[in-house]
């Protein structure tokens, strides 16, 4: 499978708000959405700097996969995305190379798009996200992907 780059960093942190201001402050970081996201027990935001993207999220509970996350690791970086161009055939590709996959199908991720991760023990330690930034699933996604500035 071939990646076409690195879609965004996901960071686990533990105030949204102050998060964001840190990479406003300190990297120029411009936010490109925010929203709580129930399913997956997160407040999430996503940020452009520059020609990358950095995912910040806040869990709602304790007891959600990133709360157990801060609960063990404390904050910081939480999972690194790449783009492709099809997650199912991703999913397909990887599993062909003997990755383990969380997600066997490709299910809906933050902001509607297209996602499925990757267990960490294939990826030496590292969750692992594959993203198809290519068709977002809600008009508000897409209208917000057609504005931005393409890198
Ligand atoms: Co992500």
Known sequence: MQARGIHHLGMAVEDLD??????ERLFGAEVEHRATVPDQGVEAAS????????????PL?????????????????HHVAYEV???????????????????????????????????????????????SAAVPTRTWVRDAWENQPRG
């Open 18 to 23: 102050a998060a964001l201001s840190t990479y």
């Open 47 to 58: 940020l452009r700097v520059g020609d990358g993207r950095v995912e910040l999220l806040e």
């Open 61 to 77: 509970e304790a007891d959600t996969p990133v709360g157990r996350f801060l609960a063990k690791r404390g904050p910081g970086m």
């Open 85 to 131: 161009a099809d997650v199912a055939a991703a999913i397909a590709r990887l599993t062909e190379a003997g990755a383990d996959l969380i997600d066997e199908r490709p299910r809906e991720g933050l902001f509607g798009l297209e996602v499925a991760f990757v267990h960490p023990d294939s990826v030496h330690g590292v969750l692992s996200e594959v993203v």
